[in-house]
Structure formats: structure tokens, C-alpha cells
Nanobody, 123 residues
């Protein structure tokens, strides 16, 4: 069965860290660009970060630059989002998605989409 499964969400205090994981089942992750999105209640979905399959180049939303790091381990069919210096405004449901290119993901296209994991930043 083809699917993306996220894990690693939870409750963390402001200034803390979390690492999200997204594992692919049923297809070869290394063939795809991978992105993390987030959506908070009442807000539009935001593309947080993306990593290409071709050269591993990365991109980040301005809101997370310098705090979040995206990475991938193709041998484990898993991608990661390391989140440091978390702020209350980072609270959202985080989802991973794949497409052939990050550009496609930027314009709303995707091949597969995960179910999401909740991240809550609160004291």
C-alpha cells in the first residue's frame, strides 16, 4: 500500500526542539522531491520546507529559516524535519508530501500526502 506516515509530533515548550519523521511505504522515496507543510486552525496551509531528489537542494519559508532543517535518508525511505527554537506560532498540523519537483509542490501539486502530525508549542 502506497502511503506516507508522519511521526514525532507532540507538545513542547517555547524554545524547545522536535524532530518530525516521514516514512514512505510502497514506493521509492529517492525519486521524489519531499516537502513539509503545516496548517494552523483558521490559517492557510504553508509550505515549510522542501528538498529536491536531484541534487538535495533545500528551501525554507522565511518564518522558519535558521530554525528548521529538512533532510532525507533514502536508504530508510524517510525524511526528517528538525525543528529548533520553537515558537507558539509554529503550532500546527505538519504533513509531508512528495512530487517529482519542489516547484510542483509549491504550486499545490503532489503525488502522495501524509495524514499529518500535531505540533503544539505552549508553556
Amino acid at each position: 500500500q502506497v502511503q506516507l506516515v508522519e511521526s514525532g509530533g507532540g507538545l513542547v515548550q517555547p524554545g524547545g526542539s522536535l524532530r518530525l519523521s516521514c516514512t514512505a511505504f510502497g514506493f521509492t522515496l529517492e525519486d521524489y522531491a519531499i516537502a513539509w507543510f503545516r496548517q494552523a486552525p483558521g490559517k492557510e496551509r504553508e509550505r515549510v520546507s522542501c528538498i529536491e531528489s536531484t541534487d538535495g537542494s533545500t528551501s525554507y519559508a522565511d518564518s522558519v529559516k535558521g530554525r528548521f532543517t529538512i533532510s532525507r535518508d533514502n536508504a530508510k525511505s524517510t525524511m526528517y524535519l528538525q525543528m529548533n527554537s520553537l515558537k507558539p506560532e509554529d503550532t500546527a498540523v505538519y504533513s509531508c508530501a512528495v512530487a517529482r519537483l519542489c516547484r510542483t509542490l509549491s504550486f499545490g501539486g503532489h503525488d502522495y500526502w501524509g495524514q499529518g502530525t500535531q505540533v503544539t508549542v505552549s508553556s
